[in-house]
C-alpha cells in the first residue's frame, strides 16, 4: 500500500543548480499534480497531468517543467532553481471527482 | 480568479468540545468540496467531501455545504488533542478536476 511515492524527501540546492523530483503511485490512478505549500500561501498548484501524455500548467508554472512518463510517474523539474522556489513540494494523484492522495513531500531549500 | 478564503485561525477548543471551521469560496460554478486534515510537517490527508447541499456525517465529523450562499463547513464533535492540526478546505470546479486549496485553519484541542 505505498500510494504516492515522492523523492527525495529532503534537497538544498544552490541557486542556478537543477533538479528532478519524482514521484510514482501505484493506485492506477489517471490524473497527477504537482503543488508546493508556503508558510501563509497555502496550497498552490504548478503543474498538473489528466492522463498519461498530457500536461497542463496551473497557478505558478514559472521556473518548473513536468513530465509525465507513464500512467505512474510524474516528475518535476527544477532548470535553474531560485532562492524563491524554496518550498515543500507534494506530488498527488486522484481519480475523477474523487479526493487526492498525497505524496510525503520534498522540503526542498535553495541557498 | 476562484478563492478559496478561511479563516487563518489559530482556533483553540477545549477537550469534548465542538470545533467549527468555515470556508467560503467565489465561484458558484463549484460542484465538490473536500477538507483536509495536515498534521505540522505531514502531508495533507483527506477526511470528509461533500457535492450536494445540506449535511453529511461521517463519525465525530460534519460537513455542511451551503451553495446559495457559497459557503461550506466542518464540524468535529468531541474534539480530541488528536485532532489539534491545520484544516484545509479544497473546492473543485466543474469541469475541471484541480483543486483550489484555502490557507487552512489551525485547530488547537487543549486537554
Known amino acids: 500500500n505505498a500510494g504516492v511515492t515522492q523523492t527525495p524527501k529532503f534537497q538544498v540546492l544552490k541557486t542556478g543548480q537543477s533538479m528532478t523530483l519524482q514521484c510514482a503511485q501505484d493506485?492506477?490512478?489517471?490524473?497527477m499534480y504537482w503543488y508546493r505549500q508556503d508558510p501563509g500561501m497555502g496550497l498552490r498548484l504548478i503543474y498538473y497531468?489528466?492522463?498519461?501524455?498530457?500536461?497542463d500548467k496551473g497557478e505558478v508554472p514559472n521556473g518548473y517543467n513536468v513530465s509525465r512518463l507513464n500512467k505512474r510517474e510524474f516528475s518535476l523539474r527544477l532548470e535553474s532553481a531560485a532562492p524563491s522556489q524554496t518550498s515543500v513540494y507534494f506530488c498527488?494523484?486522484?481519480?475523477?471527482?474523487?479526493?487526492?492522495?498525497f505524496g510525503s513531500g520534498t522540503r526542498l531549500t535553495v541557498v | 480568479q476562484k478563492e478559496v478564503e478561511q479563516n487563518s485561525g489559530p482556533l483553540s477548543v477545549p477537550e469534548g468540545a465542538i470545533a467549527s471551521l468555515n470556508c467560503t469560496y467565489s465561484?458558484?460554478?463549484?460542484?465538490?468540496f473536500f477538507w483536509y486534515r495536515q498534521y505540522s510537517g505531514k502531508s495533507p490527508e483527506l477526511i470528509m467531501f461533500?457535492?450536494?447541499?445540506g449535511d453529511k456525517e461521517d463519525g465525530r465529523f460534519t460537513a455542511q455545504l451551503n451553495k446559495a450562499s457559497q459557503y461550506v463547513s466542518l464540524l468535529i464533535r468531541d474534539s480530541q488533542p488528536s485532532d489539534s492540526a491545520t484544516y484545509l478546505c479544497?473546492?473543485?470546479?466543474?469541469?475541471?478536476?484541480?483543486?483550489?486549496f484555502g490557507k487552512g485553519t489551525k485547530l488547537t484541542v487543549n486537554p
Open positions: 461533500i457535492y450536494s447541499n
Open positions: 493506485m492506477n490512478h489517471n490524473s
Open positions: 479544497a473546492v473543485m470546479w466543474g469541469g475541471s478536476e484541480k483543486l483550489v
Open positions: 497531468s489528466a492522463s498519461e501524455g498530457t500536461t
Open positions: 498527488a494523484s486522484s481519480e475523477l471527482a474523487g479526493g487526492y492522495t
Open positions: 465561484d458558484r460554478g463549484s460542484q465538490s
